[in-house]
């Protein structure tokens, strides 16, 4: 069964490296390429844009893809929409898997905004030194604050940036001791992610927790309307089985 998945995630290189190891798959995976080196999955790998619903149609019909798997970032809104409106014009089945999104707890002093503008508007208005941690894009919606900013990003943003501000480097995952001492040292007091969920990043949140200092969530983008959702990758691979059983 053509097999494409979305995405660079770590969801995204688990069922590969399942369903590749599986007779009757053919994988095909997808990254957008908007990281330098990132962290392949096995199999047959392809790098770049579509061309947005129409190019993305094109593809799965020259490519003879059955199924179609999106395990991008709970946040690449864009080729989740186009994903979920090029499959469904060739009737392709679309599975979207998104891992849980983090829970607040005891301690947490969260405020949750839906977009990138009210993160900035929130985060003047609670602190003066802002670790911002959503990646590399986004960054220039924080670019006319006054505020010092510490960014950390896998990759240096595109854009805008604010005017005063260091730039960090780095790939988690990160331990709670590091985030820690990362916060402390730079007198953080106010951080802005975005909700990814997953393990990988979370240290961070945990470190805010214990230091009290005040985070700005940025909600996830909805899933297209009547989107399958599942959380896990079991969840995924048992999907795609039945696909398989029923020939798609």
Known sequence: MKTLILGGTREARELADIASGERGFDIVSSLAGRVRDPVLPVGEVRVGGFGGVAGLRDWLRGNGIEVVVDATHPFAGGITANAAAAAASLGIPVLHVRRPGWTEQPGDRWMRVPDLSLAAEAAAALGKRVFLTIGR??????????AWFL????????????????????????????????LTEQRIDVMVTKDSGGAL????????RELGIPVVMIDRPPLPAGAEQVETVAAAWDWLRARRGTGS
């Open 151 to 182: 960014i950390r990003a896998i990759d240096p943003p595109d854009g805008a940036m604010p005017a005063d501000h260091e730039l960090l480097l780095a790939r988690g995952p990160f331990s709670v001791a590091d985030e820690t001492a990362l």
């Open 201 to 208: 990043t979370e240290a961070k949140l945990t470190a805010a």
């Open 137 to 146: 894009q986004g960054v220039a919606a924080f670019a006319h604050s006054d």
